[in-house]
């Protein structure tokens, strides 16, 4: 019969000799890969030379007791499950094996069926704890703040409050223009925190229709709406010892804004149409590409929320203020976009670099990894060249001619601006909102100007 090699191996110890040949003749016939070991000490020995998935040890043994050798083992090898046997089974005897870690118990004589099936049952569940920490491992590599590029003044100065916040419980708010990764500065956050192994649960508060936010945060209880057919475990809860990110705060409903200051100052939650509140432990990280303290003057956000969610601000610069970074963003997106193309694209020509750095970056990091993609899928060579670039991105080089042709025209400095404030809206495909963000300006300076400049026309 074919070997079950990929299941793992199995490690059967007893001291009985008779036993532990019946045992591996059970499994071995089942096509399992099977050591046996006549002792403790020497089930020990083994486990050090090989990788093992399960352990079976008989409870009583001359000199190292089963016990011992369980406990041996899960501070050795913490993910192998050890399976005791005994011919003297009693409730008590298995009750103190599960509290040494034990994942299962089987008595004596051992009934070939339930051996095999128990077996299996702790060789797949070690196989999950494995593939979950080596998951864990990658996430937390991926999202270590060393991940995050950027060589910049600015961008240190981020790390450096990464640094400073992660292990800290207090909640942080995160603002930016959208874009410029703040959900990936979260996830660093979470990652090199110590809720690191507690789940990361990220919810859009802009995505979910209002009628289901309620529910999707804090869950329901079967019958309490039309269509709750079951109980449900909202966001606070799927988050427990963990880290809830929302992203969109501002978009929040008032109504909601309420819920969460109590769930935040309670530290506890109710379901839709539950009776008893659920204790949560969850650190908050909020985000938001709109100024708080304007929505709270606006009367659009609660004040006392603002303030529980704004303990540390981390304000992520947009690109165009971190210039210095696009040829490091430009490498490690052409790197990526090409390994997964199977494309042979290693670089990028000097002029379609400049035509980058000149770009005003309205999406920021976001939309400078897009562009890398669609260049990589255009590209006919090894180097990315302007012809590989958005017609966008082609017609931002006119925007330091702006500079040369206005000192060449003589033009005093309100022309000047007024001609740099068209180009950029022309550029920004007439959005005012993002006209303002490339210009470094509020909506209300970029209206009054434009008003300016409409009245200047008509004279």
Known sequence: MRMKEDWGAILVVDDDADMRELVHDMLKDRGHQVTTAGSGPEALKLMGEE???????????????????????????????VI????????????EAMKHGASDYLTKPVKKEELVRVAERVIRETALRREVGRLRREVHKEYSFHQILGKSKAMQAVFDLIRRVADSPTNVLITGESGTGKELVAKAIHYNSDRKDAPFVPVNCAAIPEPLLE?????????????????????????????????????LPVMLQA??????????????????????????????????????????????????????????????????????????????????????????????????????????V????????????????????PEDLPPAIEGSRGDR????????????????????????????????????????????????????????KSH
């Open 51 to 81: 990788d093992y998935a399960a352990v079976l040890t008989d409870l009583r043994m001359k000199g190292m007791q089963g016990l011992e050798l369980l406990g041996e083992i899960k501070r050795a090898y913490p993910d192998v499950g």
């Open 84 to 95: 005791l046997m005994t011919a003297f089974g009693s409730v008590e005897t298995a009750v």
């Open 215 to 251: 529910s999707e945060l804090f869950g329901h209880m079967r019958g309490s709406f039309t269509d709750a057919k079951m109980d449900k475990r909202g966001l606070f809860e799927e988050a427990q010892k963990g880290t809830l990110f929302l992203d969109e705060i501002s978009e």
């Open 259 to 364: 819920k969460i200051l109590r769930a935040i100052q309670e530290k506890e939650i109710r379901r839709v149409g539950a009776n008893k509140p659920v204790a949560v432990d969850v650190r908050i990280i909020a985000a938001t590409n709109l100024n708080l303290a304007e929505e709270v003057k606006a009367k659009r956000f609660r004040d006392d929320l603002y303030y529980r969610l704004n303990v540390i601000e981390l304000k992520l610069p947009p690109l165009r203020e971190r210039r210095e970074d696009i040829p490091l963003l430009v490498e490690a997106f052409l790197q990526k976009c090409a390994a997964a193309r199977g494309k042979q694209v290693k670089g990028v020509s000097e002029a379609a670099l400049a035509m980058l750095m000149d770009y005003g970056w309205p999406g920021n």
């Open 366 to 385: 976001r939309e400078l990894e897009n562009i890398i993609e669609r260049a990589v899928t255009l590209s006919r060579g090894e180097k990315i060249v």
């Open 401 to 456: 001619r702006v500079l040369d042709e206005a000192a060449e025209r003589t033009l005093p400095l309100e022309a000047v601006e007024r001609e740099y404030i068209l180009k950029i809206l022309e550029k920004m495909g007439g959005n005012k909102y993002q006209a303002a963000h490339a210009l470094g300006i509020d909506r209300k300076t970029l209206y009054r100007k434009l008003g300016e400049i409409e009245e200047d």
